[in-house]
């Protein structure tokens, strides 16, 4: 196989190797300098010991020269650091364990031209990649590194398009430009480490300190020199990752390529539009046994309830499915993302799918004779290992007895019961998703609604609109962001033109018309749903009802926006605990939280008592709950955190939140059941 690398590949690697280039002779420039300034200060200390011998000159040459080496010290001390990855959580795997997986390795090695993997680790994940250990001489000396395959990437993807898949991995194998990944991966721990893990270096200086008082002096001078250096350090960061993310992207963009040349367009472009769904299927399962660590439930096995999840969201998402896996069109993606906004990311390390997708449909390398069988029937056993995989993930969690195993048929039952428990009727297609029935003055009654049919209300037209609006208001909020400066940029695209980062405010201007009329167009919706629904509520005698559930809404609404700022200045209140505060401004702080309490108390204690907004709370947060609501807790003593109480106070703050949260829900959730039920009752259609 020979693909070529592009253009901008070439281009971002010599960024990349100039940047790295610029760091080591900044680095070595810092290191000689230091080495200078060590010399001249065990020169002085010398000198001034020698000149007036005595125990102060004594202890200030000494102090002298200690500080000099701090300084020396900071810089090559964590030069020579390793990291090592941690495989706790990985299953590895041999040719005698699973040969067919292998065979598929062994043919896609020798057709990408590149090294078999050292190892073979399996992970319960929706991922694939490439890692290594890496250090030093890492830098110099060639690495072999390992293939990781998550069991939810494996339960998601036809035999092709995991072969297309591992194709892209091995096509990192098979770069270059990855030795460029393991200098940056060094030069990124040694900055990290300069700037963050200085403990070791600080206790040093504290026993100085404590031994010669003369060296409090010169530590200060010390601090002040390697504080210098850590701002030069800050900047190289910021350079050199900026140039490697750049790189970064374009070696997926040829990882993509090489995969295609394998596998094809279609198997790898299918696979990843799919992938992100089955992540999102798997995490659903994953909280749904989260939620049930305290009855001692666990999986029987996660991925054929991860496979369940994902039909039935595809079925409810109305996408088609080729064979046992959905189909996942680009345009049905892009639908939740109606964003005029374009700016490019700098530090992001992959493109956007989006890009990847239209890049593999412009190569459009067509494969025959392709596998589309389910790739865990690569495994031996039908996939016993995934129930390996899947006991290992739950034997991490800490049951209060021997958990029992849900059978798949219970699964399924509880699961389809606590989606249509948190969901909408399917009547009204994703409209109330983010939008909500709220009508200031309801609005008079208008006969003519019986000539609508209830199917135009919540047509995908009026659905769009909504994903429009929230788009917009996105948008808007980074235009803020670009007008204050907060995003480092010259210029971005809006609805395909370019502008400068100075004409921001002229866009800005045009995105608040836009969100103008899309919340009128979305308000008259509202009205014209409540028309409809009134009219039907009165051939019903029912508009009583009705009425009271939107009139109660708008109350709830307002009392929303009113807790939300509520809980934000909580927040903002708290925030001093997870910041180094001196103690006088501690107990001020604590002074300040105590004026918000009695509120708080009374708000949980009355959501406490709404049974269907709190039973999702398991034993331990109620006691936890009512532990904070009926007692006075103190959170600081002399010179400490009362830690267990702050533990109350956080739960108790968090769960204010959700508990907020779940009332408004239940109460929008009531009217639109409501409104089902009238429908259902006869009259209108």
């Not at 997926?252 to 299927?281: Q, T, Y």
């Amino acid at each position: 196989m020979n693909v070529q690398t592009s253009p901008s590949f070439k281009k971002e690697a010599k960024k990349t190797v100039f940047s790295i280039l610029v760091f080591a002779f900044t680095y070595l420039l810092l290191f000689i300098l230091s080495i200078g300034l060590t010399a001249a200060c065990v020169y002085a200390g010398i000198a001034l010991i020698a000149f007036t011998p005595s125990i102060p000159t004594l202890g200030l040459g000494l102090a002298l020269i200690a500080s000099a080496f701090t300084i020396l010290i900071y810089l090559i001390k964590f030069i020579f650091a390793s990291s090592k990855t941690d495989l706790s959580h990985l299953t590895e795997i041999s040719a005698s364990d699973e040969p067919r997986l292998f065979t598929l390795i062994t043919e896609i090695v020798q057709e990408v031209d590149t090294k078999f993997p050292k190892k073979v680790y399996l992970s319960h994940d929706v991922n694939a990649s490439v890692f290594y250990d890496s250090n030093f001489w890492s830098m110099f000396l060639p690495i072999q590194k390992n293939l990781q395959i998550g069991m939810g990437l494996v339960n998601s993807v036809t035999q092709q398009e995991l072969k297309a898949i591992l194709a892209h991995e091995f096509g990192h194998f098979s770069q270059k430009s990855m030795k460029l990944g393991s200098y940056v991966y060094n030069v990124n721990q040694i900055i990290y480490n300069m700037l963050y893990k200085n403990e070791s270096l600080n206790k040093m200086n504290e026993k100085w300190a404590s031994i010669n008082g003369y060296a409090v002096i010169f530590i200060g001078a010390s601090a002040f020199v390697i504080k210098g250096i850590q701002k030069i350090l800050q900047q190289l960061y910021a350079y050199i990752n900026i140039n490697y993310m750049a790189l970064s992207r374009e070696m997926e963009f040829h990882a993509d390529e090489i995969a295609a040349n394998v596998a094809g367009s279609k198997a790898l472009s299918e696979s990843l539009l799919r992938l992100s769904f089955s992540n999102f299927a798997l995490e659903n399962v994953l909280s749904f046994y989260d939620e049930r660590v305290k009855l001692n439930v666990k999986s029987q096995n996660l991925y054929t309830e991860q496979q369940f999840v994902m039909q039935f969201l595809a079925t409810k998402n109305k996408y088609p499915f080729r064979g046992a896996f959905p189909v996942i069109e680009l345009e049905q993606i892009k639908k939740y993302n109606k964003s005029k906004l374009n700016i490019e990311n700098q530090w992001a390390s992959h493109p956007s799918d989006e890009d990847r997708i239209n890049a593999l449909n412009r190569l459009n390398i067509i494969k025959t004779n392709t596998d589309d069988s389910p790739a865990i029937t690569l495994f031996e056993n039908n996939g016993a290992i995934a129930k390996q995989i899947s006991n290992a993930l739950f034997a991490h969690i800490q049951y209060a007895e021997t958990p029992n195993e849900l059978n798949p048929e219970k699964f399924t039952e509880e699961f389809i019961a606590d989606f249509e428990k948190n969901a909408f009727d399917e009547l009204y297609n994703g409209f109330y998703d983010n939008n909500n029935p709220v009508i200031e003055g309801l609005p008079m009654i208008d006969k003519s609604i019986f000539e609508i049919e209830v199917q135009e209300l919540f047509n995908d037209e009026k659905v769009e609109a909504i994903y429009e609006l929230v788009a917009l208001k996105n948008d808007k909020e980074i235009l803020l962001a670009i007008q204050k400066d907060e995003i480092k940029i010259k210029t971005f695209d809006y609805n395909g033109i370019k502008h400068r980062k100075d004409e921001a405010y002229l866009v800005l201007q045009k995105v608040e018309e836009e969100i103008a009329e899309k919340e009128t167009e979305i308000r008259n919706n509202n009205i014209a749903v409540f028309r409809f629904f009134y009219t039907l509520a009165r051939l019903q005698n029912r508009e009583g009802e009705l009425y009271t559930l939107y009139s109660e809404f708008v109350k709830i609404d307002k009392q929303y926006d009113e807790k939300i700022n509520f809980y934000n200045s909580l927040i903002e209140t708290t925030n001093f605990i997870f910041q180094t505060t001196p103690f006088d401004e501690i107990t001020a702080h604590l002074e300040d939280l105590k004026k918000l309490e009695p509120k708080l108390k009374n708000e949980l204690t009355a959501l406490l008592k709404a049974p269907l907004i709190a039973e999702k709370l398991d034993e331990s947060a109620k006691i936890s709950l009512q532990t904070y609501t009926q007692n006075t807790l103190h959170y600081f003593n002399v010179d400490a955190y009362h830690d267990d109480n702050l533990a109350h106070l956080f739960s108790a703050i968090n769960y204010y939140h959700q508990l907020m949260a779940r009332q408004y829900f239940l109460k929008k959730q009531t009217i639109l059941r409501f409104q089902k039920e009238l429908l259902s009752s006869g009259g209108l259609t």
